[in-house]
């Protein structure tokens, strides 16, 4: 289904190697994605070159833009249909992930992906807010992403509860990340973290791509993070 040999090509300037073996996985889940999307609304984007782009490579510039050591423990928060998690996971299968979402009609599809795929993850039908505030998942991962619409100091406030102090907090942004990252230096103060490096990529079809890497010095204080309602209306 996806352009297999275009893919390929487009992950070279960015040093990532499409084996065979990946391409068949990438070739599953699209298939299965847009399959699935007819009975539950999952992406707007179901053309083979969409996928490829918009999800698939868009995803593996994760790892283009962080060096995330090998066994590192990985949550992808508000992961929506597997993105960016799953893709990063086929390609780096040592990494333990672990896959968060508020819609349960979305875990059970990624059950199903992850059994035809192979991909051994966790999967969490919660609320961002609320798993922040769960001793067993606070502070516990190496690396948290997010690939959200909300802004830089809300993204934070979901997703550097989970980050473990010395990991990074990795958030997928589509542009005005120098802008975002200076708005967000109150929560970021508040939170733990600081920012760290952003990466910006140009995709084929010429969209960008901003990459912020964030790292968590100090512990995120137990009132953080707030409930969704309160964050959207006096973000940090």
Known sequence: MIPRDDLRAWCVPFGLDMSDALLD?????????????????????????????KHFLDSLLLLA????????????VGTGAGFPGVPVHLTRDDLHLTLLDSLNKRIVFLQELCQRL??????????????????SLREQFDFATARAVASLPVLCEYCLPFV??????????????????????????????????ERSFI?????????????????????????AAKMAKSPL
Do not use: M, W
Request: glycine share 6%; net charge negative; with cysteine.
């Open 203 to 227: 995709l084929p079809d010429s969209s960008e791509r901003c990459i912020l890497l964030i790292r968590k010095i100090s512990h995120t204080p137990p009132k953080f993070p707030r409930p």
């Open 164 to 197: 473990r102090v010395g990991g990074i907090f990795a958030a997928l942004k589509s542009r005005n990340a120098a802008e975002e990252t200076a708005l967000a230096g109150h929560a970021l103060a508040l939170l733990g973290g600081r920012a760290e490096t």
């Open 118 to 135: 192979n991909v051994n993850a966790s999967l969490l039908h919660a609320r961002a807010e609320d798993a922040g505030r769960d001793p």
């Open 25 to 53: 996985q990438l070739d599953v889940y699209a298939e299965f994605l847009v399959e699935y999307n007819q009975k539950v609304n999952l992406t707007a984007i179901t053309d083979p070159v969409g996928i490829a782009v």
């Open 65 to 76: 833009a962080a060096d995330i050591p090998a066994g590192a423990s990985l949550i992808d």
